[in-house]
């Protein structure tokens, strides 16, 4: 708090949580796209967020990307949460193994001596082969389980980086840039009015989980995700930002 009152980030934070209608908004000093400092903590802020939302016994559905792995990596629990679980929010959507949101929920696990299940749904699935793969018991309940998560974790990028990132082809990316697509977070991709112009094809959470969801904490910071921010937070379903200086001042250039 003394470091927060040095910066001027509680103003920053309260103008932030009003502008965009949030419960809680968590402000960190810097620019994560300038320094890996700044995104470690960051990353540890959420871990710090997500660890006073868990009650006994919730599931926990998280993305990935690499500021949730920040989050995982350094995630610390004051006990063992044995009767809590970690699932993936998702299905596969095309990121390496270290951001994947199987790997995050099971390091989250792992650190918080929790519980978790995976979602082994392939990446780029033709419509048939997703059919038969949720007609499968095992995939059924851990998307039933994921679907009724009551705390949803997530970042956010900027939607033509992560349509690169996930290796989206290039008439799709410029399919995307005409619909006026800003951010994407959960595999949804959002213009600037906060609506969804298109989403990835794989199982798991969709958009009316998240509006079901008790508790969703987004986490992003960088001021290039300034207006991927705003974007998401004008979907209007996050209840808690965590972000950094830089972001912050931007997405509040994007109201
Ligand atoms: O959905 C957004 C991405 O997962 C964000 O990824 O944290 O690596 O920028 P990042």
């Not at 949030?22 to 994560?32: A, C, E, N, Q, T």
């Not at 009724?148 to 996930?166: E, L, N, P, S």
């Not at 290039?170 to 595999?187: H, M, P, Q, R």
């Amino acid at each position: 708090p003394i470091v927060k009152e040095l910066f001027g980030l509680s103003d920053l934070e309260d103008e932030v949580r009003e502008a965009f209608g949030l419960k809680r908004v968590i402000v960190v000093p810097g620019d994560s796209d300038e320094s890996d400092h700044v995104k470690a903590e960051l990353g540890r802020a959420g871990g710090r967020v997500l660890r006073e939302s868990l009650s006994s016994g919730d599931v926990v559905a998280v993305m990935g990307g690499s500021t949730m792995a920040q989050m995982a990596k350094q995630f610390s629990a004051l006990s063992q949460m044995k009767e809590n679980w970690f699932v993936p929010a998702r299905g596969g959507l095309g990121e390496s193994v270290d951001y994947q949101a199987n790997t995050i929920a099971s390091e989250l696990a792992k650190r918080a001596g929790a519980r978790y299940r995976m979602l082994h749904v392939p990446d780029h699935l033709s419509e048939e082969a997703y059919q038969t793969i949720m007609q499968e018991p095992n995939v059924r309940e851990v998307v039933d389980m994921i679907r009724g998560a009551r705390i949803v974790v997530h970042g956010i990028g900027d939607a033509v980086t992560m349509a690169r990132r996930r290796k989206l082809v290039d008439g799709t990316i410029d399919e995307l840039v005409k619909d006026g697509a800003l951010a994407e977070a959960f595999g949804y991709y959002f213009d600037r009015h906060g609506r969804v112009v298109h989403r990835m094809a794989t199982a798991g959470l969709r958009l009316d989980d998240i509006e079901a969801a008790e508790m969703v904490i987004g986490i992003a910071g960088g001021k290039s995700k300034g207006e991927a921010i705003a974007s998401v937070m004008r979907f209007g379903h996050d209840d808690v930002l965590v972000t950094d200086e830089a972001a912050a001042r931007e997405a509040l250039r994007h109201i």
